[in-house]
C-alpha cells in the first residue's frame, strides 16, 4: 500500500537555521535521498528571503564578486502586474522572491531527522545568484552524485558535485547548459556507460519533457534521447520531469517523475524504462502514484505540490521523500510491487 | 580590407535541384564550409516549401515513420495573427513555412560553385521533423564534424555527422538538448580535451547567448561555460551565437560570430579567446565586423541578415561564407590582421 507517515510532515522551515540576518526560512523541500553510514540523510532544498520592510518587497540576490548575499527592493508600484509567489519581473528583469540553499539533515529511522549544523552547499558562482535547488543523489560505485539546479540571470542550470559522507562535497561543474533542471543519474552503467534523465525547457515548440543523456565519465554528457513529454489535459499536460534517481528492479527501471497540469498542481507519477535500453519506456503512470490531498500538500508557499526528488529503497521497501506545497517535506512509503501494481505490470 | 567578393551573391536557390514534388525552393544560404582535397566545400542549407494551392498556406513536415514529408495547409482566416514568414502558429501548435537540408557545393576557387547532384543529409529522423539548418564544419584530426541545427515539436537540438569526402556523412547523434544550436567545433584539443561554442536558448531569464563546452570524444559534452552574453542597446543586444569554427592565431582563437538587435537585423562581429582558457574573452568587436548593406544582405526573404557559419582560412587570408537574407550565400574576403585591427589588438 502506499502511504503517507504519520510524522508528516517530517521536516519544516522551523527545523534549519536561518543563514543571513534580517531573512527567514519560508521553506524546506524538495530533498534528495540516500543511504549513507547506516542513516538515512536528506540534502533538504531550504529557502530563505529577506524579511519584508519598509513595505517594500525584497529579493536576495548572491554577488560572487563579494561573496554576500544582496537584497534588491521593490515597492508595490514596481511590482504591479506580478502574481507568482516565486518570481518577480520588474522592468523587464527577473528575480526570484527567495534564494535556496542545499542542507543535510540526518536520521537513524528514516522517519525523525536532525539538521546539520551548517548547509552542505550554497551559492557561490555566477551560475547560482539566484540559489541552487532541488538537489537529486545517486550512488555510484560507492560515491554520492549531487545534482542540482542552479538559478541566474543566464538561465537554469545543473551542475554536479560529490561527496563520500555528506559532511562536505566537491563542485565538478555544469552538467547541463541552460534551462534545464530536474536531473537524475542512474547508479550504474548500462552497456559500460553512465545516464542521466534530465529535463530540457525550450524557448518555443516543445512543453518541458523527460530526456536521456549518456556518458563515458559522469561529466560530459551526449547522445541525448526525448523519453517522454506532457500527455495534454491529463494530470501531467504542462510539464514533467524526472523525480528521484531511477532504480533497478527485475521488470526494467523504475523512475518517480513529477507531472504537473496547467493549474500548476504537481502530482507524482511512474515510468518503467527498459533495463538495456532505458529510453524506451515500457511503462507509464496513467493516474497519478501520488496526488497532493493532505492539508501539508494543499496548502502552503506553493500550494497543490507534490515534488518527490529522493527516495531509498531496501529490498522491496520503498520511502519517496518528497517536497509538500514548496514548504515541507513528507514521506511515503510503498514497495516496488506497489509500483508494479499501479503500473499495471 | 573586408571586402565582399564582386561575385556576390555566389550561390543561390536556382542552383540547387528541388527535392520534393509540388515544392519550390526558397532559398539557399548559411553555410558550413571546409577545405578538401584541394577544393573548397559549402555545406548549404537549402530551404524548400510546397507550392501554395487553392488559397491556403502549406507547411511542409517530415514524417520519421512513413519516410515522407507531409503537408499541413492552412486558410487565411487560420493563419490570422502570424507575421513572420518563417513561423507560423495555429492552433497553440507552431510550423515552418519551409524544410531545409544540406546540400553541398564544390569549388576549386573559393568563389564559382557547383552543387552536387544530391544532398548530403535531408530530415531522417523525430529530431528533425521540420528539417535541418545551419551546417557547420570543423576538420578534427583528419576527419570533418559537421555540427547542425534539427527542428522539431521536440525542440530544437543540435546534431552531430562525420564524413571524410562530403560525399556521404553518418550521424552520430544529438550533441545539445533543446534548445540549442550554433554549435562550432574548435579544430583541435586544448589542454587534451576538445571544445565547442554552442548557444543554448532558455524559457526565461536569459537572452541567447554563447556557451562553451568541453569533451573528451567529440560526443559527449560537459563542464559547460558562459562565454558572452548580447548587449542590451548594441547591435548584438537581442541574441548572439557562434559562426564558423572559431580558428587559432598568435594572438589567440577567433571566433567570428552573429548578433542581432531587437529589430533581428543580424550583422557578424569577433570575439578573441585565450588560447588555453578559451573561456575567456580577450577582445570583442565594439561595432559590427560586417553589417547588412549590400542589395542582396538587406533585402530577400528575411532581409537584413548577415549569418555567416563557415570560413576557409589559407595562411592569412579567411574567408568568410555567409547567409544573405535567409536567401543567398555570399562571400567576405580578409586577413587574420584585418580581424585583429578591427578588434584593436
Given at each position: 500500500m502506499i502511504c503517507r507517515a504519520k510524522?508528516?510532515?517530517?521536516?519544516?522551515?522551523?527545523d534549519f537555521p536561518v543563514l543571513h540576518e534580517g531573512f527567514e526560512n519560508i521553506g524546506a523541500f524538495n530533498a534528495g535521498a540516500a543511504l549513507c553510514g547506516g542513516e538515512t540523510v536528506l540534502l533538504v532544498r531550504v529557502a530563505e528571503r529577506p524579511v519584508r520592510r519598509e513595505g517594500r518587497t525584497l529579493c536576495p540576490v548572491f554577488d560572487p564578486a563579494s561573496g554576500k548575499t544582496e537584497v534588491v527592493g521593490f515597492t508595490p508600484e514596481e511590482l504591479r502586474g506580478n502574481g507568482d509567489p516565486r518570481v518577480l519581473t520588474v522592468g523587464g528583469k527577473r528575480y526570484l522572491t527567495s534564494i535556496s540553499h542545499l542542507h543535510v539533515a540526518r536520521s537513524r529511522d528514516g522517519v525523525h531527522f536532525r539538521a546539520d549544523p551548517a548547509p552542505l552547499l550554497q551559492a557561490q558562482n555566477e551560475y547560482e545568484t539566484f540559489g541552487i535547488e532541488d538537489a537529486r543523489v545517486a550512488r555510484v560505485e560507492g560515491r554520492y552524485y549531487i545534482t542540482f539546479s542552479a538559478a541566474s540571470p543566464l538561465g537554469s542550470v545543473v551542475e554536479l558535485a560529490v561527496t563520500d559522507d555528506f559532511t562536505t562535497a566537491r563542485r565538478v561543474g555544469?552538467?547541463?547548459?541552460?534551462?534545464n533542471k530536474d536531473t537524475a543519474l542512474f547508479d550504474r552503467k548500462i552497456g559500460g556507460r553512465y545516464y542521466a534523465l534530465h529535463r530540457p525547457s525550450c524557448s518555443?515548440?516543445?512543453k518541458p519533457a523527460i530526456w536521456l543523456a549518456e556518458s563515458p565519465d559522469l561529466r560530459c554528457f551526449g547522445m541525448h534521447r526525448f523519453v517522454a513529454g506532457v500527455r495534454p489535459g491529463?494530470?501531467?499536460?504542462?510539464r514533467i520531469g524526472a523525480g528521484a534517481p531511477p532504480f533497478l528492479t527485475e521488470r526494467g527501471w523504475v523512475e518517480l517523475y513529477h507531472g504537473a497540469a496547467e493549474d500548476d498542481r504537481y502530482c507524482m507519477g511512474a515510468l518503467l524504462l527498459d533495463r538495456?535500453?532505458?529510453?524506451?519506456?515500457?511503462a507509464r503512470s496513467g493516474e497519478p502514484l501520488a496526488e497532493p490531498e493532505a492539508p501539508y500538500e494543499r496548502r502552503?508557499?506553493?500550494?497543490?505540490v507534490i515534488f518527490g526528488c529522493g527516495l531509498t529503497r531496501e529490498g522491496d521497501a520503498v520511502r519517496l521523500y518528497y517536497g509538500a506545497s514548496d514548504e515541507s517535506v513528507a514521506l511515503l512509503s510503498m514497495t516496488v510491487g506497489d509500483i508494479f501494481s499501479h503500473l499495471g505490470v
Open positions: 510524522e508528516n510532515p517530517i521536516l519544516g522551515k522551523k555544469v552538467l547541463f547548459p541552460p534551462d518555443c515548440f516543445a491529463k494530470w501531467d499536460g504542462a538495456n535500453e532505458p529510453w524506451k519506456v515500457l502552503g508557499f506553493f500550494g497543490n
